[in-house]
């Protein structure tokens, strides 16, 4: 897997150096692409990931509201993360910096129902006692 991606990234490290040097308007396109095809490259490896954790907390008996409000962080994180640095490439530090922020801020306002769910669970632990 990492081989294909360390193949993948090297062919778009040249095609966005040379088009810098004769077309550099289009060097953010191949930048935007070659992370694409990174992407897509690593969905199966991701399903296999998603797949695991269902069996754990399938086994846990975690409530699915959590383990999938988990999930949904997770891939804020990784598209806020990807989107920055595309951001950045461009030239657009300012939009970069905002993006992260408004990532943060997302991701603070998903966790308030894994909060709840923990004050639930404590709830329940302390009301058995």
Not at 63 to 79: C, H, M, P, R, W
Not at 103 to 113: A, N, V
Request: hydrophobic share 55%.
């Amino acid at each position: 897997m990492i081989f294909k991606l360390v193949g993948i990234a090297l062919t778009g490290i040249v095609a966005v150096t040379l088009l810098k040097n004769s077309k550099p308007e289009f060097s953010v396109f191949a930048t935007i692409a070659t992370g694409v095809v990174m992407v897509i490259s690593m969905l199966s490896a991701l399903g296999e990931v998603v797949l695991a954790f269902d069996s754990i907390v399938e086994k846990s008996g975690i409530n699915d509201e959590v383990f999938s409000a988990v999930l949904k962080i997770i891939g804020i994180g990784y598209l806020t993360e990807y989107s920055s640095s595309v951001a950045s490439d461009a030239g657009c530090d300012s939009i970069a910096q905002k993006l992260q922020f408004g990532g943060k801020i997302t991701i603070f306002l998903m966790s308030i129902s894994i909060v709840k769910s923990l004050v639930n669970v404590v709830s329940a632990l302390v009301s058995t006692i």
